[in-house]
Each structure stands twice: as structure tokens, then as C-alpha cells.
């Protein structure tokens, strides 16, 4: 009897702080809701320095990344010769992930260095189905739960398969980006690529966007 009562004490506090912890967030599944409240507990499990990739040598690129260019969200085409002179961030997103929650601190980053540094989401279903929405849902839920104003590509492949996105294509093949092979561990996975165009940086998801050294 004991037991029980103690696993209903536990099950009421673990509901009563997913409630709190999400009394801001709108159209979220329950799932969602979850993921978001035990986002930090994430974050300390998986955070280790182990995984980074940089680019030593400092590897021009062969093929330029601004050659490139990319269908957002909303339907409209990004050149990346508009983030020629800043650097750029690249993460695969998911709205159904442990690491969803890691949108709030891309946010918060984008807009403290906008000026120097841009930031494009590219959702993927990749990995475990975590991103089963439409377009039109993805848009809606980065917005209305955490402000998201950085470019977000529509939806796509970032893994190496067919139909991987063309910039992706460009972030694992080393004859294009000069040294890498590395393509996303998971979602939320980073490439960061400086301001002339080069590869620079590879961070595998439990690396909080706020704590890369800029």
C-alpha cells in the first residue's frame, strides 16, 4: 500500500510540473509537453564534449556554400549569398524530440548576434519519426511555442539518402566542404560555417547552441 501511495505522490508532482513547466505552450501534444518539461534532464544526460568535429587545418571549401540555395517554410527561395560576411549555423529540427526544447536557446541566440550570425532550421523526419507534421504545422508550432523568427527550411532529408538536401549534400561530403563526412547524429544536430563560406564546426545535439564559443 505504501508503494502505491508513494507512486501516486510521484506520478501527481511529475504532472503538476509538466503543467508548469508548459502553462505558456499552445496546441502541444501531450508528448510534446513531456519532452519539453524534462528537456534539461536532456540536456545534463547527454552533455559531453565528445562528438565535436573542427576543422583544425582551417580546410578551405572547394565548392562554395553560397552557391546554394534554399525553400523555406513559408514557400519562398534563400540564397545563402545573402549570409556571405556572417557565420551560419545549420541544425536539423524535430518538433517531437527530447532536444525540441533547444529551439528556445537558438532563439535567444539569434537574436543576441542576428548581426553576425545566422540561423536556419531544416525539420526532418529522419530520425524516429519525430517530425510528422506539415510544413504549415511546423511553422505554427516554432512560432506560437517558442518565437522562432530565424529562417526555417521546409521540410526534408538531412541524412545521407536519397533526397538529401542539396546543403547537406554540401555538410558531409568533403570534395564539396573541404575536411567533413560527418552527416547528423540526431536531430538538432549543428554546423557552423564562418564568414567566408567555410566549414568550421560540427556539434552533435546535447550542445547547447548558447554555450558554443563564438
Known sequence: MKGIIITLVVMAATAV???????????????????????????????????ILTNKEKIKAPVSIYSLKIELIEGDTFSLESARGKKLLIVNTASDCGYTAQYESLQKL?????????????????????????????????????????????????SKIN??????????????????????????????????????QYFPPAVNPLEIEW
Not at 22 to 38: C, D, G
Not at 113 to 124: A, E, H, R
Not at 187 to 198: A, Q
Open 110 to 158: 539569434y537574436h543576441l548576434k542576428k548581426d553576425s550570425l545566422l540561423i536556419i532550421g531544416f525539420p526532418s523526419n529522419d530520425f524516429k519519426n519525430q517530425e510528422k507534421g506539415s510544413n504549415e504545422q511546423i511553422a505554427e508550432f516554432c512560432k506560437k511555442n517558442y518565437g522562432v523568427s530565424f529562417p526555417i527550411a521546409k521540410k526534408g532529408v538531412v
Open 17 to 51: 510540473y509538466v503543467l508548469v513547466s508548459n502553462r505558456h505552450s499552445k496546441n502541444m501534444t501531450v508528448k510534446q509537453k513531456i519532452l519539453r518539461a524534462f528537456y534539461p534532464l536532456v540536456m545534463t544526460a547527454g552533455k559531453s564534449s565528445s562528438g
Open 163 to 200: 533526397g538529401q538536401e542539396e546543403i547537406y549534400k554540401w555538410l558531409t561530403d568533403k570534395n564539396s566542404n573541404g575536411w567533413n563526412e560527418k552527416s547528423p547524429d540526431w536531430n538538432f544536430s549543428k554546423y557552423l560555417i564562418d564568414e567566408e563560406g567555410n566549414l568550421i
